[in-house]
């Protein structure tokens, strides 16, 4: 094929600066109510981010990249013209990548998952053809889109009641949160790992049965129940501290909990984000290695993965960190109980969506989450102003990305044929 | 640049709802100070603790303004904004009122009549007294935000707001008290002055209202 190199290099050049993107705006979403609730600081945000970010696009974003990169498109049409597959996947990474840095640069919030699916919907609609879209699959993602932050929101929800009933609303709240905290962590770890195992990891060699899954997810979760048990053991009572604020010795074993809480979520966003990075590349560089063939049933190279998760740890550790300590400067009544259930929700419908293979907007997924604790009566005020700015800007999003991909797609196509 | 995510979180109006009360309750607290001064007739006491109640006043006004301004229409409240603003300007008008009682009190020169002096201290501190419950009440909002309203916390405010309407209904049995001595003393007294002596006694009544008023607003965003 011609060009081979020249494809695979762009590909990776504009794959890896949308995942630069991501680490360099996205995290910090992603990372908000961790910071926010004062449970972990500036400099922590930064360590779990990219150790957490890069394990969960390494061990948990195949699915989601797999459906970006064959998942919308029907290539049966274009059997005979691979290149057209290509320009169309290199003009979708760089109309991702050039909307998520124009939306940065006004302050606009943007999902990157919404642009890189408007983008290849947009030029597989316009340049190949209508029928070359598999609207179904489109569809579902498209109701994903609504169904996750309803669904991280009745999860916040279940969690902060659950909370009220088993902690705060005891006769020795701190008692209690040392007895039930360890038991919220294990749970943290059990469905983290399991998700994630289900999935399975052969691409990292290691093949599990469903029973080892649910044996070794257990084990991870007991054994970050029993690490955490030692840290909240430490903590001790300050009766003087509760005058003006009852609750904050409770809030200090919270603050554990909401630790791992941020491990998870920054797993999470890794696992489902990487994907808008390096989905485009996987199918560029499917159809070349395979000499031109579309071939259906190609396996995921696991380079690709791990070039994602560099590119956001880069971008987080370059730019990214900026937009973490702004939020570190400012001072917010969220305290780690109530972070926690918004963040948890967020990140296990966010692993669930990533294990199913659904690109879902994590941002999305976490301010549903926020408004569950919101309506639970659990929150001191919420800017809904900013919320729906949040969620207007995909309808927004989708159209753009999809405008730019056409564009981009026939100077491509132009240039190359 | 910013953080979406975290902008989301406004800033809660009731930390600054109790810093307003607390004020408030200050400014009341020193009506005890100026009556005493009134009864001791020391005229420099006198101007000294009603000029530090117009400034205890003043500043309540300003926490005030600044909580409606952190409080814009589109914020996403665990209470109705309403029952917020409401409660806002029940406090402050408790300031205002302790201003108007120390101003009138100093302009006119008033002197209590000595037959119920004692009495009417007594019934200034059981008005500041209402006061005091109904800050202790308020200052139970975070904890309230903490527990999502719900549970124990809220039957320790309800018993507080109890307490609240206990202190109050004391001011009106010394507030009954006081009118009939008043009543059969007045004819002694040169009538313009009665008239006043009656006017204080009813906004010194009009303190623990209004400290009964906040609680009762607090018991309504209970049952939001």
Redesign the interface.
């Known amino acids: 094929m011609e060009y081979a190199y020249i494809f695979i290099i762009l590909a990776c050049v504009f794959g890896f600066f949308m995942a630069w993107g991501i680490g360099a705006n996205d995290v910090a979403n992603a990372m908000g109510t961790s910071v926010g609730s004062g449970a972990i600081t500036i400099k922590h945000a930064i360590i779990i981010a990219a150790i957490f970010e890069f394990s969960g696009a390494l061990l948990a974003g195949g699915e989601v990249t797999q459906t970006i990169r064959k998942g919308m498109i029907d290539t049966s049409s274009i059997a005979g013209t691979p290149e057209l597959l290509i320009y169309g996947m290199l003009a979708a990474l760089l109309a991702a990548a050039v909307w998520l840095l124009v939306a940065s640069y006004y302050g606009w919030p943007v999902s990157t998952t919404h642009s890189i699916v408007g983008a290849i919907v947009g030029f597989a609609a316009v340049g190949i053809g209508m029928e070359a879209v598999m609207w179904g699959k489109v569809g579902t993602i498209a109701m994903s889109w609504i169904i996750s932050p309803l669904t991280a929101g009745v999860i916040a929800y279940a969690l902060f009641m659950s909370v009220q009933k088993l902690i705060i609303d005891t006769p020795d709240p701190f008692a209690s949160a040392k007895r039930y905290v360890p038991i919220y962590i294990f749970m943290v770890g059990f469905i983290i790992s399991l998700v994630t195992m289900f999935k399975g990891l052969k691409h990292v060699g290691l093949d599990l049965t469903t029973m080892q899954a649910y044996l070794f997810s257990a084990m991870i979760g007991i054994g970050m129940a029993l690490i955490s048990k030692i840290f909240i053991n430490r903590i001790k009572h300050e009766p003087s501290e509760d005058e003006d604020f009852h609750y904050t010795n409770v809030e200090k074993v919270f603050a554990v909990l909401m630790i791992v809480t941020a491990c998870a979520m920054a797993f999470a966003h890794g696992s489902n984000d990487v994907a808008n990075a390096v989905g485009p590349i996987a199918a560029i560089v499917g159809i070349v290695e395979s000499g031109g063939e579309i071939a259906a049933k190609s396996a995921l190279p696991i380079w690709v993965l791990f070039l994602g998760g560099v590119g956001i740890v880069i971008g987080l550790v370059t730019y990214g960190h900026r937009v973490i300590a702004t939020i570190g400067t400012n001072i917010t009544e969220l305290t780690p109980s109530r972070g926690f259930a918004a963040t948890l929700a967020a990140a296990t419908t966010v692993v669930v969506a990533s294990g199913t293979g659904m690109p879902i907007s994590t941002t999305h997924t976490l301010v549903g989450g926020v408004l569950g604790v919101g309506l639970a009566r659990g929150i001191g005020a919420l800017n809904m102003r900013i919320i729906r700015t949040i969620f207007m800007s995909w309808v927004i999003t989708l159209p753009a990305g999809a405008g730019l991909a056409i564009i981009f797609f026939f100077i491509l196509k132009s240039i190359f044929s | 640049?910013?953080?979406?995510?975290?902008?989301?979180?406004?800033?809660?109006?009731?930390?600054p709802l109790q810093d307003h009360m607390g004020k408030v309750h200050l400014c009341a607290a020193e009506l005890v100070n100026f009556f005493e001064a009134v009864i001791a007739q020391d005229q420099a006491r006198i101007t000294a603790s009603q000029q530090s109640i117009v400034e205890l006043e003043h500043e309540a006004d300003k926490l005030k303004k600044s909580l409606r301004l952190s409080l814009p229409k589109?914020?996403?409240?665990?209470?109705s904004r309403r029952d917020l603003l409401d409660m806002l300007t029940m406090q402050d008008n408790i300031a205002n009122k302790s201003k108007d009682i120390a101003g009138l009190m100093l302009g006119r020169q008033m002197e209590l009549p000595e037959s119920i002096a004692p009495l009417f201290l007594t019934y200034v501190k059981r008005s500041v007294d209402a006061i005091a419950q109904a800050d202790t009440a308020i200052n139970e909002l975070?904890?309230l935000?903490?527990?999502?309203?719900?549970?124990?916390?809220v039957k320790v405010v309800e018993k507080m707001i109890k307490t609240l309407n206990q202190i109050e209904s004391d001011t009106d049995e010394i507030q009954i008290q006081i009118r009939s001595i008043m009543f059969k003393i007045e004819i002694d007294l040169p009538p313009i002055d009665a008239m006043f002596i009656y006017r204080i006694i009813e906004w010194v009544g009009e303190l623990a209202d209004l400290a009964q008023r906040v609680g009762s607003r607090l018991q309504l965003m209970l049952a939001?």
């Open positions: 640049m910013s953080n979406y995510v975290f902008r989301m979180f406004g800033s809660s109006p009731m930390r589109g914020m996403f409240l665990p209470v975070d904890e935000v903490e527990t999502g309203f719900r549970g124990r916390e939001k």
